[in-house]
């Protein structure tokens, strides 16, 4: 099973940037989209971006024209790159697959918290 690992997150003013990294413990990893997720207190976890085996990305209309993801295959990493934060991004935000849980990402990691205050 694939363990993955955020990092990166962490307490900006309202209109800061963070970077977000997920490291996966797979060589196989280029083969896989994957995804950035994000729980608020109180709230289902939800979909943030995606980004195919091919790099192609997407994301949710939130987070469009501020948020991009990216990924370095010869590092097994996924990036989050979040500019103009607001505090509506506040979360722990995760990495999976995408579809998230795919096999053989059968678990999801600690996450990362972001918290968005001034």
């Known amino acids: 099973q694939v363990q993955l690992v955020e990092s990166g997150g962490g307490l900006v003013q309202p209109g800061g940037s963070l970077r977000l990294a997920c490291a996966a413990s797979t060589t196989s990893f280029r083969l896989y989209a994957m995804g950035w997720y994000r729980q608020a207190p109180g709230n289902l976890r939800e979909l943030v971006a995606t980004?195919?085996?091919?790099?192609?990305?997407n994301y949710e209309d939130s987070v469009k024209g501020r948020f991009t993801i990216s990924r370095d295959n010869a590092k097994n990493t996924v990036y989050l790159q979040m500019n103009n934060l607001k505090p509506e991004d506040t979360a722990v935000y995760y990495c999976?697959?995408?579809?998230?849980?795919?096999?053989?990402?059968?678990?999801w990691g600690q996450g990362t918290q972001v918290t968005i205050s001034s």
């Open positions: 999976s697959s995408h579809p998230p849980l795919r096999r053989p990402f059968g678990s």
């Open positions: 980004i195919t085996s091919g790099g192609s990305p």
